[in-house]
T-cell receptor, first 116, second 106 residues
Framework: DTGVSQDPRHKITKRGQNVTFRCDPI?????LYWYRQTLGQGPEFLTY????????KSRLLSDRFSAERPKGSFSTLEIQRTEQGDSAMYLC??????????????FGQGTRLTVV | SQQGEEDPQALSIQEGENATMNCSYK?????LQWYRQNSGRGLVHLIL?????REKHSGRLRVTLDTSKKSSSLLITASRAADTASYFC??????FGKGTKLTVNP
């Protein structure tokens, strides 16, 4: 499978615990995006990387959220001290940017987080 | 308010009919993308249209872009029950609207 892969697919955690999600992008894609989606809403942009550099962070990304892409390949999104309001689907997408022209972003299946 | 807003919020049609969804946005863009999402699943990319393009086709899909009006439309011709899904537009892979929920009745 050469698509975007996310792990785990589902995560149930107790309030206050830390969680970490992983995203493996399409191998030749240099851009990687994280989004959050709640029921009935469109995805909300959280952050994106070009290679290993985190180029943009949404103000939605509070101090409890951190994302990394250490080697410019896979990425992790960590949420510390989870709150019930963090319950959502977390989506990852990747795309290729060449000569500053962006191509379409391909999405993974998402990680559904439930904070109880 | 969030840019990339789709209209209508919900659309119900019969199989074989055409479905048109609209998207409005607020700031200048490099590109606009349309996605489909089946309930509880990931998003599937449909079409990307760049700011210097006015129309694009892909199979039964036709997308237009009017940068002067900051709007785009997605037309699905000869709809099928399998087209039932939510459709989102996104500007520069950043901002998504709330989507149009399309139901195609067999």
């Amino acid at each position: 499978d050469t698509g975007v892969s996310q792990d785990p697919r589902h995560k149930i955690t107790k309030r206050g615990q830390n969680v970490t999600f992983r995203c493996d992008p399409i191998s030749e894609h240099n851009r990687l995006y994280w989004y959050r989606q709640t029921l009935g809403q469109g995805p909300e942009f959280l952050t994106y990387f070009q290679n290993e550099a985190q180029l943009e962070k949404s103000r939605l990304l509070s101090d409890r959220f951190s994302a990394e892409r250490p080697k410019g390949s896979f990425s992790t999104l960590e949420i510390q001290r989870t709150e019930q309001g963090d319950s959502a689907m977390y989506l990852c997408a990747s795309s290729h940017s060449r000569d500053n022209r962006r191509t379409e972003a391909f999405f993974g299946q998402g990680t559904r987080l439930t904070v109880v | 308010s969030q840019q990339g807003e789709e209209d209508p919020q919900a659309l119900s049609i019969q199989e074989g009919e055409n479905a048109t969804m609209n998207c409005s946005y607020k700031t200048s863009i490099n590109n606009l993308q349309w996605y489909r999402q089946n309930s509880g699943r990931g998003l599937v990319h449909l079409i990307l249209i760049r700011s210097n393009e006015r129309e694009k086709h892909s199979g039964r899909l036709r997308v237009t872009l009017d940068t002067s009006k900051k709007s785009s439309s997605l037309l699905i011709t000869a709809s099928r029950a399998a087209d039932t899904a939510s459709y989102f537009c996104a500007t520069d892979s950043r901002v998504f609207g709330k989507g149009t929920k399309l139901t195609v009745n067999p």
